[in-house]
């Protein structure tokens, strides 16, 4: 496995994006059920091709935000989060993309929701918190 790393600016970033697709409720959001840790070691390994677009598209995030309201991401309301996502879904961005921000914002969905409801023997869903949510047992399976 590489020794490839996020910043922990790009991990702030990464966790409060994860935390406006699954936002915390009466369980926990994508990041504290360790979404954003799975998406770091896919960059590590399985993912290790997309590196340079995830860290543009991590970067992207936060000079949106600093363009749109002065501060990073993680600092937004999640009202302004939230605006400022679906504005980079639907590419009405502010600043420029070396790649393309609807498409990477489509991965980044994707990655939450594995890391999220992913077997937490792959690094993500801690404590096999989505598995509870919605009734989920594996076979043999105690919680």
Do not use: C
């Not at 600016?9 to 697709?21: E, G, N, P, V």
Request: proline share 6%; aromatic share 10%.
């Amino acid at each position: 496995m590489s020794e490839f790393s996020l910043t922990e600016q790009q991990i702030r970033t990464l966790s409060a994006a994860a935390d406006r697709i699954i936002p915390p409720d009466e369980t926990w959001g994508a990041a504290e059920a360790g979404a954003t840790k799975f998406i770091h070691r896919l960059l590590r390994a399985e993912l290790s091709g997309a590196r340079a677009t995830y860290l543009e598209g991590v970067d992207g995030i936060e000079r949106e935000a600093d363009a749109a309201h002065g501060q990073p991401f993680a600092l937004l309301l999640p009202s302004e989060q939230d605006a400022l996502l679906t504005a980079i879904e639907e590419n009405r961005v502010n600043t420029d993309w070396a790649i393309s921000p609807p498409a990477f914002f489509r991965m980044l969905v994707e990655n939450v929701l594995e890391g999220f409801y992913a077997d937490p023997a792959n690094g993500g869903n801690r404590d096999a918190v989505s598995w509870k949510m919605i009734g989920y047992r594996p076979e043999g399976g105690t919680w």
